[in-house]
């Protein structure tokens, strides 16, 4: 998603810097305004953050466990994410098959 609101943004620019050039100023005002809403939608869109913060304690205790069990520490969180939806939605077993 980044990378197309970035390309947009840079599109809009470049365009809206030919209409400025050639005195088409209602292409100027269109562009600029389409360039200022896609840099405005790509600063929110790189403000969001997809990972998550672990506390001190948890990430260190992560980082001893997959020392312990020789795994990485992104499978070790993995399985514990898993294990503890579980616990939370018995109900919600996923099956391979589909059923």
């Known amino acids: 998603m980044r990378v197309l609101l970035g390309t947009?943004?840079?599109?809009a620019s470049i365009a809206c810097l030919d209409a400025f050039r050639g005195n088409h100023w209602d292409q100027f005002?269109?562009?600029a305004v389409l360039?200022?809403?896609g840099l405005v939608a790509l600063v929110?869109?790189?403000?969001?953050?997809?990972s998550?913060?672990?506390?001190?304690?948890?990430?260190?205790?992560?980082?001893?466990?997959?020392?312990?069990t020789d795994d990485e520490?992104?499978?070790?969180?993995?399985?514990?994410?898993?294990?503890?939806?579980?616990?939370m939605l018995p109900d919600a077993v996923t099956h391979t098959d589909g059923s």
């Open 8 to 11: 947009s943004v840079v599109v």
């Open 35 to 37: 360039a200022g809403v």
């Open 73 to 87: 520490t992104r499978r070790v969180v993995d399985r514990a994410v898993a294990s503890y939806r579980a616990e």
């Open 52 to 68: 998550v913060r672990l506390r001190p304690d948890l990430f260190r205790w992560v980082e001893e466990h997959a020392a312990q």
């Open 29 to 31: 005002t269109m562009l």
């Open 44 to 50: 929110i869109e790189s403000r969001r953050s997809t």
